[in-house]
C-alpha cells in the first residue's frame, strides 16, 4: 500500500465512521420513536368503547420499537468501535504491500443491529395495525 492508498483508505474510514449514523439508522429511530408517540397520544381515539381488544398487541408494537430504538442506538456504538479498530488496522499495515484485511466482531455487530432493528420495527408495525385493527369501528 502506497502512501495515496493510505490516505485514501484513511480518509474513506474516517468518511465512514462519520456517517456512521446514516439514514437507515435515524429512519428508524424518527419511525420508532414516532410510532410509539403516535400510538400513545391517539390511544383514545382509536378505542372509543370501555374494554380495549388485543392490548397484548400495543404493548408488543411498543416493546419492538423499543428494542429497535436500543439496537439502532448501540449500533452507533458498535460502529464507532469499528472505525477505532480500522483506524488501528491501517496504521499498521502502512506500507505492507501483502496484508490481509481483518473484521472485526464490531463490524458483524452493527449489520446485526442495523438487521435486527429493522426486523423489530416491521414486527411492531404489523402489531400496532392488529391492534388499530382489533379496535377501530367496534
Partial sequence: MDRN?????????????????????RAILVLSSGA???????LDSITR????DGLCALVFA???????LFLIVFSE???FRAAHFNFKQVDQVYGQDDYIWKT???NHCVEFCNITAGLAFSLGAVA???????????
Fill in 36 to 42: 410509539i408517540a403516535l400510538s400513545v397520544t391517539s
Fill in 128 to 138: 400496532l395495525m392488529w391492534f388499530a385493527y382489533e379496535n377501530i369501528g367496534s
Fill in 104 to 106: 472485526t466482531r464490531w
Fill in 62 to 68: 411498543w416493546s419492538l420499537f423499543g428494542t429497535s
Fill in 49 to 52: 368503547k370501555e374494554e380495549v
Fill in 5 to 25: 492508498e493510505y490516505l485514501e483508505y484513511r480518509a474513506e474510514t474516517l468518511r465512514s465512521a462519520s456517517e456512521q449514523i446514516g439514514k437507515y439508522g
Fill in 77 to 79: 456504538y458498535a460502529g
